[in-house]
């Protein structure tokens, strides 16, 4: 399973930006995580397969959406209202377990940059 993330960049507060993630399996379970330098990975959000399903960490509720295209393989995070603090490099995981289960596989990250 492979994993390729895209959609990152530099955005000022406020605005928007979509990031990407072709999968190329089947996945049950989808995620995207986000890293500061320094800092541990956290969780931002995931989705299921029939994509009815979805979480977020509470630092992004109402401000991200986690979505999927199963037809297209792909998963994304439409990411409104930035802030500098979701500065970070953003990854994609996939799982094959649902909802509970660690990830499986990891995207190679993509930089998320928001100025103030």
């Known amino acids: 399973v492979q994993l390729l993330e895209s959609g990152g960049g530099l955005v000022q507060a406020g605005d928007s930006l979509r990031l990407s993630c072709s999968v190329s399996?089947?996945?049950?379970?989808m995620g995207w995580f986000r890293q500061i330098p320094g800092k541990a990975r956290e969780f931002v959000a995931h989705?299921?397969?029939?994509?009815?399903?979805?979480a977020y960490a509470d630092s992004v509720k109402g401000r991200f959406t986690i979505s999927r295209d199963r037809a297209e393989n792909t998963v994304y995070l439409q990411m409104n209202s930035l802030k500098p603090e979701d500065t970070a490099v953003y990854y994609c995981?996939?799982?094959?377990?649902?909802?509970?289960?660690?990830?499986?596989?990891w995207g190679q990250g993509t930089q998320v940059t928001v100025s103030s």
């Open positions: 995981a996939a799982s094959w377990a649902w909802p509970g289960g660690e990830y499986d596989y």
């Open positions: 989705i299921n397969w029939d994509g009815d399903r979805t």
């Open positions: 399996g089947r996945m049950p379970k």
